[in-house]
């Protein structure tokens, strides 16, 4: 690949005094000299390398036969192109090294935009408490970023020992802070707490460590928080200030996903007494190697609650690809909980490009359907991939479903286009069936599920032609013939 480049890049050159690509750029008007130019085709290169580098046939055959394979890191291509080709005797990274610099000044953006956004839609107020997911996946894949974010919501500054290990903190002053230290929530999964049970820590301390420094609860919410539950349960402050939580050891998710894709469940209440059930165990610094229940201090804790908040750090899995997202999303939870049920704010950064974005939720659950459930080439591809595909498709309409329980954020469009594409025309109706009928039944399941529970609001024919269509779909699974 590298001498094609090199051949072309001559040739071209010799020709017309420019390289093929900057030729490119010079027709669109952008002019950009050639020493500009050079290093960065010569990392595309690098890249287009590693992407068609066929490795992983060899090494697994090496590996059988005992031989040795190449290490090399894990995570994702877009952000590390080395960790491709894939078929590498793959490693994650030293626990105790995150978050690394680079991480903290990642964080440092997207907390500064999360923050801005939050108060130009609140009349300029701060949010006093952020509700915070952290998977173990994502910090290994961008060496702690969202670690990195709560330290600095809470104000604390991470410091690394000359080896790079993060055991220090230190509380930046307010002064330099220039806003209010803001309380946060902190769910993490239960593979975060396999891998990062040191971080768990240092989170802890974090939040301790601001919720008793000797400062104004006005300009201190993890602090004006704490001392209102300290009062209220009757407990130190120090002891008050749990934000922590994740589920008991050994035990994962809140398993609102699995409810939401079996559909056996009564009404959101259950979903959200799961949530609290089994995520509402707590780390402890002061008595680390146990995880206890407290139910309540996670109540106490979400009550104050005005954003619910993850990030999407790979453009490889989104909010409904998988059941995972909306299973970690509280945004009901905390509306239930708060003193004047008021939903809080729900936001999503997207870290998946170098420029950082940050959204509401409803606007990622909208274009995430645009991309994936509604875009013609998302379901056109997967159709043409046959059985597995068409699944794929009932599973991003299931999971939409799932962020309707869970947060109500999603727009009544999503439904009815989705309805449009695959159920009122009758030729995909034909291709669906083919492909898939079990993933056909689940589909029309879901559309009926979603209109039943009060999602989706549609028309009285669409509803009947839904519930035809369960019934043929269903005598032909059976085997009935007319
Ligand atoms: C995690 O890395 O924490 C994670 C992975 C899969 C599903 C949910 C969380
Ligand atoms: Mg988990």
Redesign the pocket.
Known sequence: VNDFFKGVGAVFSGLTGGSPWRKALLDKGFDVPEEQLTPLFGYLEFCLKQVVADNELGALVSALNGEYIQPGPGGDPIRNPDVLPTGKNMHALDPQSIPTTAAVDCARVVVDRLLDRLSQDNDGVYPESIAFTL????NIKTYGESLAQVLMLVGVRPVPDALGRVNKLELIPQEELGRPRVDVVVSC?G??RDLFINQMALLDRAVKMAAEADEDPEVNFVRKHALEQAAELECSVREAATRVFSNSAGSY?ANVGLAIENGGWEGEQQLQEQFLSRKGFAFNSDRPGQMDQKQDMFKSALKTVDCTFQNLDSSEISLTDVS?YFDSDPTKVVQGLRGDKKKPMSMIADTTTANAQVRSLGETVRLDARTKLLNPKFYEGMLASGYEGTREITKRLRNTMGWSATSGTVDNFIYEDANDVFIADEAMQQRLLETNPNAFRDMITTFLEANGRGYWETSEENIERLQELYQEVEDRIEGVTM
């Open positions: 998977w173990g996946t994502d999964s593979v975060f998710s995972h």
